[in-house]
């Protein structure tokens, strides 16, 4: 089947199909290269789980308090491995990457203390921890630590370095570009500003944000240096397959401080069952994990490619070195951010019936609109695109767990875009 038969099944006019493969042939050398990313990160990934000797028995669920959880224990210590780092913890009791983040930052935090925000605004729905959000109960600001941001544009060593003062208990550095304008964070960089950091002040912990960045490139950021990182089970790790669940990892006494914030003082990672199948979906999903955001990469480059075949702004370009899973369409009025979205809806595997309208999401300034067709809710490692109703109307578009469902939603929402007059 072709992609012009395709858009003849649709009743789209089959030009766009031509386009389709046109933006195909132009990006395969491109996206041959995420191919074989991925495939290496499988073998990472293969090579910690033959290490661990993870048997059939380690993927039965624990119960109550979850002691002694051997199954528990190898999956912490394959993920550990995979992220390059001494420990991890692992676990559907970690709701979200947001709280991933809460309890890696709570860890580094100390009361008084300043944290510097090295890659500029944190994600949205980091403000109310930060206390960028005023009076949000629970907030560090609460203990009296402050937030700043080194002089200069962000992710500049030097800047950072000077800015590392005597109250510094954290440095935060996000790897992904988030709802933003600026690009993502590749390793190097982290690794320099990691390195800038320890030339100041060898015991400030270096925490990392590293939703959207799993398996994008050969290193993780605890393989540089990183005291802290944390991400969500239902972003790139989780392969598609974990249906909740999140994970922080890095060096051994800090993940041990994180624990006892996930959990209690005392109590630590020894406690927290696994129940259900969450082992077998965590763990096979980590194993599809790479494959997947390989796929998801090469997604986005045909997407940077296609869309500016229709005159859309994409960033980053087709070949540019990509950091992350994101990919931006700027749709340059609400009416087209909202189309957008409706096309990519239309095309998913789930509740494509459905029309996504704009709503003031919990954890964000601004309405937002959210095309979100997955398996499992609010997954982005499946295909998203979703934008804040703000100018220049980003649209930003995610995921994929397989390369004709990106390929299909983006036609569809060129489909949808023409059908109105917007493109
Ligand atoms: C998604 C995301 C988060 C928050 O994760 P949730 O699982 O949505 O809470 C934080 N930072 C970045 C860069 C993200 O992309």
Known sequence: MTWVDWCRRQGFDAALGEEAEAALRA?????AGYR??????????????????????????????????????KLEAIYAEVMGVEAAIVRPQIVSGTHALAIALR?????????????????????????????????????????????????DPRAVADAVGPRTCAVFIQRSRGYSGRASTPVAAIERLIAAVRGRRPEVACVVDNCYGEFVEPLEPGAVGADLVAGSLIKNPGGGLASTGGYVAGRGEWVERAAAFLTAPGLGTDVGPLTGGFKRECLQGLLLAPGIVGQALEGAVFAAEFFRRFGLRTDPEPA?????LIQVV???????????????????PVDAHVRPEPWAMPGY????????????????????ADGPLRPPYRAYLQGGLA???????????????????LI
Do not use: K, N, W
């Open 27 to 31: 990006t395969e050398p491109i996206r």
């Open 36 to 73: 074989e990313r991925g495939h290496a990160g499988a073998l990472r990934v293969l090579d910690a789980m033959r290490r661990q000797a993870l048997s059939e028995a380690d993927l039965a669920p624990s119960h109550g308090y979850g002691y002694h959880d051997a199954g528990r224990a």
């Open 107 to 155: 860890a580094a935090a100390r009361p008084g203390g300043e944290i510097l925000l090295a890659t500029g605004e944190p994600y949205d729905t980091l403000h109310p921890l930060l206390g960028l959000t005023p009076d949000a109960p629970g907030s560090l600001a609460e203990i009296g630590v402050r937030v700043r941001r080194p002089e200069g544009d962000g992710a």
């Open 320 to 324: 540019a070195r990509r950091t992350d």
């Open 330 to 348: 700027e749709c340059g009025s609400r009416d087209a951010l909202v189309r957008f979205c409706q096309g990519v809806q239309a095309a998913a």
């Open 365 to 384: 300034d601004h309405e937002v609109i959210m095309a979100a067709g997955t398996f499992v809710q609010g997954a982005s490692i499946e295909l998203s």
């Open 403 to 421: 390369l004709p469902l990106v390929i299909a939603a983006c036609v569809s929402a060129v489909a949808a875009l023409r059908r109105d007059g």
